[in-house]
């Protein structure tokens, strides 16, 4: 089977919690987030290889535990998806997949077959056409909604799994619709509100939010008090705020 492809990283400590891992890329998304900075694989042009291609390289790689598939949106081309995932598990590695939510039955579909072990979806707003349209770029009353089912139909699983947000000046970082956010993320657990920087270059060319301090990012995790709220920072790394939702 073919597979529209973007790369592969080979080694990778910070993709999957507490394993070593690689990193394989798939292009195409069917959101244009104005902040995403994986510009050349939301729109460059296709590169369709064999999805053994893939899978012969990283079985040569003998250092890793675990595999990532990220995007994009890997969820977009899903049998791919799932043939890679079925020949990584039979490989005997650790598979997490990163989504924006927006398959959920693509990721259930995975989760039924025992083809996924953590599944990292991005939660970039409320739960509203309005908010979800303007952090996505995509005006649609169904994605929001997508969404929250992936999300419960992780909570619902066995598996691991995490939500994460980028926090863009603007976009997203409104007080009041991060606290509707921090309701509508129930029932995940964790949450994770990652930087923006803008370093990298942006989906939307004319952006013009600036790069999110760290002290501003744990500002807004005071929002989420009531989960084990995550800040990840390209400044300091990760920060666990253990809330207790008494604070
Ligand atoms: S940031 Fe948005 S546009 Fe970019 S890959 Fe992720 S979901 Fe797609």
Redesign the pocket.
């Known amino acids: 089977m073919m597979v529209n492809f973007g790369g592969i990283v080979d080694i990778s400590t910070v993709d999957y919690p507490d394993k070593v891992s690689s990193v394989v890329f798939l292009r195409g ?5 104005p ?5 050349d ?2 729109d460059g042009p296709s590169q369709e290889v064999e999805v053994d291609f893939i899978v012969d390289s990283i079985k040569k790689n003998n250092l890793i535990d675990a595999v990532v598939i ?4 890997p969820a977009l081309q899903s049998d791919a998806l799932f043939e890679l995932c079925s020949k990584f598990k039979q490989c005997g590695l650790l598979v997490k997949v ?1 989504t ?1 939510g ?1 398959f959920p039955q693509v990721i259930k579909n995975l989760i039924d077959n025992k083809l996924v072990d953590y599944v990292a979806l ?1 939660f ?1 707003s409320a739960i509203h056409p309005v908010h979800y349209g303007k952090v ?2 995509v005006p649609s009353a169904t994605i929001p909604v997508r969404v929250k089912e992936t999300l419960n139909i992780l909570a619902s699983s066995r598996i691991d799994y995490e939500c994460r947000c ?1 926090i863009v000046p603007g976009l997203n970082d409104d007080p009041d619709v991060l606290r509707q956010q921090a309701h509508d993320v129930l029932p995940s657990k964790v949450f994770v509100l990652e930087q923006f920087t803008p370093d990298k270059g942006t ?1 939307d060319p004319n952006l013009k939010a600036e790069k999110v301090s760290a002290d501003r990012l744990n500002e807004y995790a005071k929002f989420f008090r009531n989960y084990a709220v995550k800040v990840r920072s390209y400044d300091y790394g990760e920060k666990v705020h253990l809330s207790c939702g008494c604070d």
Request: charged letters at 20%; glycine letters at 12%; proline letters at 4%.
């Open positions: 998304c069917n959101f244009r987030c902040f995403c900075y994986n510009v694989l939301v990220t995007g994009g949106e990163d924006n927006s991005d970039k996505t770029g980028p989906l």
